[in-house]
């Protein structure tokens, strides 16, 4: 378990391993005996979540696949930040992705995904604009 307290109004994660991680629900207090397994969302595939928006959609399966497109369906989100969590390990996409990053002065960090949960927690609890893009594969 990552945290004791869920984080209202935004999701935040729970738990995680090497193919998967559960996030609790916006607005749901875990810590009651009332909590459910409807208060938990898991995830196996290429996710992005912002606040209380979680989207499987316009990223590919696969890191290796990250490209300009992804950063430019990222910018579709008015984050502050933007996490990447590249699975397992920490990895990077292409040196030309890299350099429109940077040549666009976008706050992207690449991490593995536990410190990518982890951090999104964190940023989250401080009323941060981060979103957070995992993919398991």
């Not at 992005?48 to 992804?70: G, V």
Request: glycine share 2%; with cysteine.
């Amino acid at each position: 378990m990552l945290q004791i307290e869920t984080i209202s109004n935004a999701y935040s994660f729970y738990s995680y391993d090497e193919h998967s991680a559960q996030l609790i629900k916006p607005n749901r207090n875990i810590n009651s005996t009332e909590s459910t397994e409807d208060d938990f969302l898991t995830l196996k595939n290429t996710s992005l979540i912002f606040k209380d928006q979680y989207t499987q959609s316009h990223f590919p399966e696969q890191f290796k696949q990250f490209d300009q497109q992804c950063i430019e369906a990222l910018q579709q989100y008015d984050a502050d930040i933007y996490l990447i969590g590249t699975g397992g390990t920490t990895r990077f996409p292409d040196k030309e992705i890299l350099q429109s990053i940077q040549h666009n002065k976008l706050a992207i960090d690449f991490m593995d995904n536990g410190a990518a949960c982890r951090t999104f927690n964190i940023l989250t609890s401080e009323f941060r604009k981060v979103a957070v893009l995992l993919f398991f594969k």
